[in-house]
C-alpha cells in the first residue's frame, strides 16, 4: 500500500509503502510527468510491487507497481482523504507497527475501504475508529473497564478520564483535579461506543452515529491520541 509519495530533486519521486514482507519499504520512482508508473505508484492505491535493491548504494528504485486497488472515492471528499492521510501518518510514525505486518495492511485496507463510502461525520468516527484499533494492534490500547492507575474495576454507566500526559484510562480517585485541561472526560456512552469500534468491522462501524455531545467527546478523545502518538497537534473537529 502506497503511504506517502513526496517530490525528489527536479523529476523523480520518493514513494514509501506500507508492505506484508518488510514492512514500511522507501524506494525512489524515477521518470517525468509522462512515466506510467507516476500515475500508478499514488497515496492508498495498493498492489503488487517490484523494488531493484543497489547493495553498494543501498539504494531502493521502483521497477514496476500493479495496482490492483484505486480507491478513487478517497479523493472525493476532503474528510475522507484528510482521515485516509491520517491513517498513513499513524501508521509511518509507527514503523508499520514494528511486526506483523501483514495484520497492519489487512487493519489500514478495511478502514480505508470503508472511507470510501462514508460521509464526512463518518469518516471522522473511522478515523478514531482505526486509532483505537492501532493502539490495540500497537499494545497500547488503555482498558475501558479497569483504572490504570490503581487497577480498580469500573461500573458500565460510570465516568472515566483519559490522561493527555500519560495516555490512559483513570478513575475518578486518581485522576487528580479532572477539571483541567490535561484530562478528558469518557463517560458510559462514549466508553460503549469505543467498545463497539474494537469489535466492529469499519463497514460497518461508521453508520453507528453519536449525538452532538458523544461526538465532541470523541472527536476530542482521538484529536489527543492522534497527537500523542504523531508528536503535533492533530485536530480531528477540522477534518
Not at 514482507?21 to 520512482?29: S, Y
Not at 486509532?131 to 480498580?152: D, H, N, T, V
Request: glycine residues 12%; aromatic residues 10%.
Amino acid at each position: 500500500m502506497v503511504l506517502r509519495v513526496r517530490a525528489q530533486g527536479e523529476a523523480n519521486r520518493e514513494a514509501f509503502f506500507l508492505t506484508a514482507e518488510e514492512g514500511i519499504v522507501r524506494a525512489t520512482l524515477y521518470g517525468g510527468p509522462k512515466s506510467k508508473l507516476r500515475a500508478q505508484v499514488a497515496p492508498w492505491h495498493t498492489g503488487k510491487l517490484l523494488v531493484y535493491h543497489d547493495p553498494v548504494r543501498d539504494s531502493r528504485k521502483i521497477s514496476d507497481f500493479d495496482v490492483e486497488s484505486w480507491k478513487p472515492g478517497l479523493r472525493e471528499l476532503y474528510e475522507r482523504s484528510a482521515a485516509a492521510g491520517t491513517i498513513a501518518e499513524l501508521i509511518l510514525s509507527a514503523q508499520g507497527g514494528g511486526g506483523g505486518w501483514d495484520e497492519a495492511l489487512a487493519l489500514a485496507g478495511e478502514s480505508l475501504g470503508a472511507l470510501e463510502t462514508a460521509g464526512g461525520d463518518g469518516a471522522v468516527f473511522l478515523l478514531i475508529q482505526f486509532i483505537w484499533r492501532w493502539l490495540e494492534f500497537l499494545g497500547q490500547r488503555p482498558s475501558l473497564e479497569y483504572c490504570s492507575s490503581c487497577a480498580c474495576e469500573y461500573p458500565p454507566d460510570g465516568v472515566l478520564w483519559y490522561s493527555r500526559y500519560e495516555g490512559s484510562l483513570l478513575c475518578p480517585s486518581c485522576a487528580h483535579s479532572p477539571e483541567g485541561d490535561d484530562y478528558l472526560e469518557l463517560g458510559p456512552g462514549l466508553r460503549r461506543w469505543l467498545g463497539a469500534a474494537g469489535s466492529i468491522v469499519p463497514g460497518e462501524f461508521w453508520r453507528y452515529t453519536l449525538d452532538a455531545s458523544l461526538a465532541a467527546q470523541a472527536r476530542l478523545l482521538g484529536s489527543a491520541i492522534a497527537s500523542g502518538l504523531l508528536g503535533k497537534k492533530i485536530r480531528l473537529g477540522e477534518l
